[in-house]
């Protein structure tokens, strides 16, 4: 994905997911659900990214996992960016989620937005800046 070889990633991520859900995996199940919905976030696949992203956010929350809700949240606050509140909670609706866990959703990417970085024309800034390898200088 980094590299820029979407359609790429998005075979072998959607591979992945076929073989944690296969396996029961849960965490697998969230973190490949995330890759695959940034993938389409990055692709303009907005309204596709939304189920999965909103899935692998769930499933995260349910488990406990501390850090892995960022992304998906990452990934569905761009989301509302592009479609709007009204077509995010139309797509939440439809991919089955009860109405507490959508509002909780929606409330986390509120809370996502206030702490993203603001872009300036059309600059892509990354959440976090980026690390030098160790031993090297930046």
């Known amino acids: 994905r980094c590299r820029g070889e979407l359609d790429a990633a998005l075979k072998f991520y959607e591979d992945a997911l076929a073989l944690e859900r296969e396996i029961a995996y849960q965490d697998g199940v969230a973190t490949e659900l995330a890759n695959i919905g940034l993938i389409l976030v ?27 809700p960022r992304q998906a949240l990452y990934g569905l606050s761009r989301c509302d960016d592009q479609l709007g509140r009204d077509r995010m909670l139309e797509l939440l609706k439809q991919s089955g ?42």
């Open 97 to 138: 989620l009860a109405d507490s866990t959508i509002a909780d959703l929606l409330d986390r990417v509120d809370q996502t937005r206030l702490r993203r970085p603001r872009q300036k024309r059309g600059r892509r800034i990354p959440i976090a800046p980026r690390r030098s390898a160790p031993g090297t200088r930046s």
């Open 42 to 68: 990055e692709k303009g696949l907005h309204v596709q990214a939304v189920p999965r992203l909103a899935e692998s956010l769930a499933i995260l929350l349910a488990t406990g996992v501390a850090r892995g």
